[in-house]
């Protein structure tokens, strides 16, 4: 039903694994996002992409790492990860740009545990 | 810069009685405000907005929302609960930037029979 995919739904992985997070927006949008959702904490914007380049970039450690490879695919690969990395990492995608309206459209998500 | 306030991490209501969901936000550019739901193990869903024209806006499932400029609030409102509104709802407003959103803490409804 949703216009942006996320794989996978569910990942558990250890500390010294190398795996990706992938997304995939079918709305035509020109931008694309990746959020971590923690318990007890809000939404944190993580990497924003426009036109599939990178502009902004809130101070994520390096173990997290973005590929935009065109508009519709968004790649989070991630590296030597944290127990306090598990989270819910939510792709978004939204039309930027003159009268566009700026809503943002949301995956279901991709739940990780880090062990 | 943006920043919104949601009142309340919690609201208990029952089935049948007024939802009022609080949301006060600060923006240095003309506000663009939206309701997001998110249902347990899922991603969010956008309810409705508002970006400009009438103040009261109506959204899915019943719900509406009225912008108070001289309130800088955007307050979620839905006449009678169901149990399926039971989630979590996050108000949000457009950074200056335009391409970004900041979102609220969210609030938890719970919905008694």
């Known amino acids: 039903e949703t216009g942006v995919t996320q794989t996978p739904r569910h990942l558990v992985m250890g500390m010294t694994n190398k795996k990706s997070l992938k997304c995939e927006q079918h709305?035509?949008?020109?931008?694309m996002y990746w959020y971590k959702q923690s318990a007890k904490k809000p939404l944190e914007l993580m990497f924003v992409?426009?036109?599939?380049?990178?502009?902004e970039n809130n101070s994520v450690p390096s173990r997290f790492s973005p590929e935009c490879p065109n508009s519709s695919h968004l790649f989070l690969h991630l590296h030597t990860l944290q127990p306090e990395d598990s989270a819910l990492y939510l792709c978004?995608?939204?039309?930027?740009?003159?009268?566009?309206?700026?809503?943002?459209?949301f995956g279901e998500g991709s739940w990780l545990t880090v062990v | 810069a943006q920043s919104v306030t949601q009142l309340g991490s919690h609201v208990s209501v029952s089935e049948g009685a007024l939802v009022l969901l609080r949301c006060n936000y600060s923006s240095s550019v003309p506000p663009y405000l939206f309701w997001y739901v998110q249902y347990p193990n899922q991603g969010l869903q956008l309810l409705l907005k508002y970006t400009t024209g009438a103040t009261l806006v109506k959204g899915i499932n019943g719900f509406e929302a009225e912008f108070k400029k001289s309130e800088t609030s955007f307050h979620l409102t839905k006449p009678s609960a169901h149990m399926s509104d039971a989630a979590e709802y996050f108000c949000?407003?457009?950074?200056?930037?335009?391409?970004?959103?900041?979102f609220g803490k969210g609030t938890m409804l719970l919905v008694s029979p």
């Open positions: 949000a407003v457009r950074n200056s930037g335009y391409s970004t959103l900041t």
């Open positions: 709305l035509g949008h020109n931008a």
């Open positions: 978004a995608s939204s039309q930027v740009g003159t009268g566009a309206g700026n809503t943002i459209y």
């Open positions: 992409y426009n036109f599939k380049e990178q502009t």
